[in-house]
């Protein structure tokens, strides 16, 4: 069972909605991430925290932001979205260098945009 | 640029037969990172090995085996005595070693879909 926790599994939101994917791993990873998955395409990379501080942002819309409130938790703050933004969402973790370098991944939130 | 091949889409077999999936990857950094995921229909990447660049050991896990050779930058991966269980789109992928930040960029292959037919 993986060891980073996402929620909410599924997420159907209207686009004037406002709604949040959250993110938890207690492995005492210090690096998280944020990537968005289409159908038949491979993960993108969104957003990366390393020790809760904002490192790498892949030019993504406004729309889409990301809060780090420790270094357990990251949120994935969701407004005025569009239909092409329906997606996977996956949230990840990765061990430091001299742990590994793995990044391990969660389940994914489905997100629906109508 | 890092870049990761896997020019097979799609593949069909039938339970019991042995598969190999191919991986091809680009680099420019003499030290780097190669990883496997798994996904199922339900969308959890698994993680499934991690090899680094200076450790050209094949590896076996179970039914499942992992080929490095950095002369012809490739890394495949073969499933022994498919099961159905199996079936799951497989990525390959690339790490670089990051910055100081401690975090780390994934270059993904586009997927091989593996079908395992009963």
């Known amino acids: 069972d993986t060891e980073v926790t996402q929620t909410p599994k599924h997420l159907v939101m209207g686009m004037t909605n406002k709604k949040s994917l959250k993110c938890e791993q207690h492995m005492g990873h210090r690096a998280m991430y944020w990537y968005k998955q289409k159908a038949k395409k491979p993960p993108e990379l969104m957003f990366v925290y390393s020790y809760e501080k904002l490192s790498i942002n892949e030019s993504v819309p406004s729309r889409f932001s990301p809060e780090c409130p420790n270094s357990s938790l990251l949120n994935l703050h969701l407004h005025a979205l569009q239909p092409e933004d329906s997606a996977l969402y996956l949230c990840?973790?990765?061990?430091?260098?001299?742990?590994?370098?793995?990044?391990?991944f969660g389940e994914g939130s489905w997100l629906t945009v109508v | 640029a890092q870049k990761v091949t896997q020019a097979q889409t799609e593949i069909s077999v039938v339970e019991k037969e042995d598969v190999t999936l191919d991986c091809v990857y680009e680099?420019?950094?003499?030290?780097?990172?190669l990883f496997w995921y798994k996904q199922p229909p339900s969308g959890e990447l698994v993680f499934l090995i991690r090899r680094n660049s200076f450790d050209e050991q094949n590896e076996i896990s179970g039914r499942y085996s992992w080929n490095f050779q950095k002369s012809t930058s490739s890394f495949n991966f073969t499933i022994t005595a498919s099961q159905v269980v199996d079936s799951a789109v497989y990525f390959c992928?690339?790490?670089?070693?990051?910055?100081?930040?401690?975090?780390?960029?994934?270059?993904f292959g586009k997927g091989t879909k593996l079908s395992v037919i009963p």
């Open positions: 990840a973790s990765s061990t430091r260098r001299t742990e590994g370098n793995t990044i391990y």
């Open positions: 680099t420019r950094d003499t030290t780097y990172y």
């Open positions: 992928a690339l790490s670089d070693l990051n910055s100081g930040a401690g975090s780390y960029q994934l270059t």
